[in-house]
């Protein structure tokens, strides 16, 4: 690049833009006042002079309004501009009208600006949002920076740390005893106390950015709470069936206990007395037999032990379970040949249990009752549908031992749903749609 090109950049530097505008009006304006002025030195005009300077003057003030004009939109557009820059959304620039070179910058900008107010007002709108929703959380929240020191704590935490989030403010995650938890993977249950109280926490962790710079989210929620409730109402509704069973023993046994003190009072015995007492004691070993039953049935529902898995051909499984029923011929709709990997026993048990279910409840009015089943890369679906009365509204159809029909133990439906989910299944039962009746649908993994 030679010197001269240099030197002739540098001095456009100095030169600003108003400047360069002034001196470009100027030399517009020269060619046609040099030949005005040719033009009135040549005819010798006496006033040449002064015509030349007021022309002068008039194309100095004509140049001067060219800059003047031109700079102003520029202005204009600067000062929106930085508006803009400092967060000021509010202003807009005014006589803008399509057609028109600046007018179409000004409106653009002021599109820009009822965009970029309309997008923040949304941001604040949901930061707010998100903030109420954090606060109301009883699950305790905080985020960690990159040095892992504490930047965020919601109330529930700050309760947990015993302290308010001004104390802990760039605190540790060593210092708060949550170290180790910053380094976790995956959701885990862990036993620890804090100042605020002690239990079974589930702790999950998340990585986010802020400003470019990683950041450890914690989320920690006490599950012992939740864990008490649900011992709490499960012992309750256990207590409930415990307590009917046995009130169903314990009253004729009470009633016979008191009916043979009476007879045994009788001086002299009554002539009758062996056939009164044979009947109470009869009772009586009634009852105790089906408390020994029932205390057996206990303890075979807790004692079920966990499935031994083997594959198995499950259409051969399921025609073996529909020829055990006596009562009426089970219907089995033929499914494809599928291999299953699961413990077939269990497995049979559950199907009868249920299939013993599903025709109790089809006897009384007649019908059928079906078995099909299909599955997919990921699961096999069992459904036995029969054609009952339905099902009752009751939300304890899955309680140990509560039972509608006479006579019936109150475990087959447990007891199907527990070796289902020993499997990593599940087992629900639902009305039909297309007719009276119940489906009982249970999902096994492949």
């Not at 004691?281 to 807790?302: H, K, N, Q």
């Not at 499950?314 to 025609?319: D, R, S």
């Not at 249990?353 to 699961?379: H, Y």
Request: net charge neutral; proline share 4%.
């Amino acid at each position: 690049m030679s010197p001269d090109l240099n030197q002739h950049r540098a001095r456009a530097r100095r030169w600003g833009y108003e400047s360069r505008l002034l001196l470009g009006a100027l030399l517009v304006a020269m060619p046609a006042l040099l030949t005005l002025l040719v033009v009135l030195w040549s005819q010798a005009h006496a006033y040449a002079l002064p015509i030349s300077i007021v022309v002068s003057l008039v194309t100095l003030v004509f140049a001067l309004e060219l800059r003047r004009r031109a700079i102003y939109p520029l202005r204009t557009l600067s000062n929106l501009l930085e508006a803009l820059r400092e967060g000021d959304y509010s202003l807009r620039g005014s006589a803008a009208r399509r057609g028109d070179a600046i007018g179409e910058v000004v409106i653009e900008i002021n599109t820009l600006a009822q965009t970029l107010r309309e997008q923040r007002l949304a941001v604040e709108e949901k930061s707010a949002l998100l903030a109420k929703v954090i606060a109301a959380l009883d699950i305790a929240v905080l985020a960690f920076d990159a040095q892992s020191l504490l930047k965020l704590a919601n109330p529930a935490a700050e309760r947990l740390l015993g302290s308010p989030f001004a104390a802990l403010n760039g605190r540790s995650a060593d210092a708060l005893g949550l170290g180790d938890w910053l380094s976790l993977t995956e959701s885990r249950i862990c036993e620890r106390s804090f100042p605020g109280g002690n239990g079974r926490w589930e702790v999950r962790r998340a990585s986010f950015r802020e400003d470019g710079r990683p950041h450890d989210l914690l989320v920690i929620t006490d599950l012992s709470r939740t864990l008490r409730e649900e011992e709490r109402l499960a012992w309750q509704r256990l207590l409930r069936v415990l307590g009917h069973e046995l009130n169903n023993s314990l009253a004729p046994i009470r009633s016979m206990t008191a009916t043979l003190a009476k007879v045994l009072a009788i001086e002299p015995l009554a002539a009758d007395w062996r056939e009164d007492a044979g009947s109470a004691l009869g009772v009586i070993g009634d009852r105790a037999e089906a408390l020994a039953r029932f205390m057996a049935r206990y303890t075979a529902f807790a004692r079920l032990p966990p499935p031994k898995p083997r594959r198995f051909a499950f259409a051969e499984l399921v025609q073996r379970v529909a020829h055990l029923e006596q009562r009426m011929a089970v219907v089995v709709e033929a499914g494809v040949a599928v291999d299953v990997d699961a413990d077939p026993d269990q497995i049979e048990q559950a199907l009868i249990n249920l299939l013993k279910n599903a025709v109790d409840a089809t006897l009384p009015g007649g019908g059928d009752v079906r078995i099909r089943w299909q599955c997919n890369d990921s699961e096999l679906s069992i459904e036995i549908i029969d054609a009952g009365s339905g099902l009752p509204h009751t939300e304890n159809l899955f309680v140990p031992f509560f039972t509608t029909k006479p006579g019936g133990s109150g475990i087959g439906l447990v007891l199907a749903r527990q070796i289902f989910e020993a499997h990593g299944g599940s087992l629900n039962l639902e009305n039909r749609i297309d007719a009276q009746g119940c489906v009982a649908r249970g999902i096994l993994p492949r």
